[in-house]
């Protein structure tokens, strides 16, 4: 698969429970509607082509359990909407979320920014490995 993600798909996907686009030559930015996702417990679209930040509006997804959205070309941080799923008590669900937030080895700077105890593990987005 290649390209983008049509619009449209967030509107005809809302009760999918997983998306799994790895190592796909997907690319783009990922749309605000992906907060229209309720239902999603799994987000893997990592070693993608995908760029820009992260939308705040992944917070909405409650019932997230796995992200992983390293090995992109993803900049800025990750929401601190998504970061509130990792809390602790009331309806948080995320137990694992991968970025590419470890500084890397060429240039000494992470790709993206990761509150202390958001990301369960992070990557250097040159090397690919991952802590």
């Not at 009760?15 to 509607?33: A, E, F, P, V």
């Not at 996702?37 to 992944?58: H, Q």
């Not at 019932?63 to 900049?75: D, P, Y």
Request: proline residues 3%; glycine residues 12%; hydrophobic residues 35%.
């Amino acid at each position: 698969m290649s390209g983008t993600i049509p619009e449209g798909l967030y509107d005809i996907t809302r009760t999918m429970r997983h998306i799994d686009l790895y190592n796909t030559k997907m690319s783009g930015t990922i749309s605000s509607k992906i907060g229209q996702l309720t239902k999603l417990d799994v987000l893997r679209i990592s070693d993608c082509e995908f760029t820009g930040a992260l939308p705040t509006e992944m917070g909405l997804m409650r019932g997230l359990e796995k992200v992983w959205v390293h090995g992109n070309n993803f900049i800025g941080q990750i929401p601190d909407e998504v970061c509130l799923l990792r809390g602790t008590g009331g309806d948080t669900s995320l137990k694992a979320l991968m970025a590419d937030c470890l500084p890397s080895e060429l240039t000494g700077v992470a790709a993206i920014t990761c509150d202390t105890g958001c990301c369960t593990s992070c990557c250097d987005s040159e090397t690919g490995a991952c802590v």
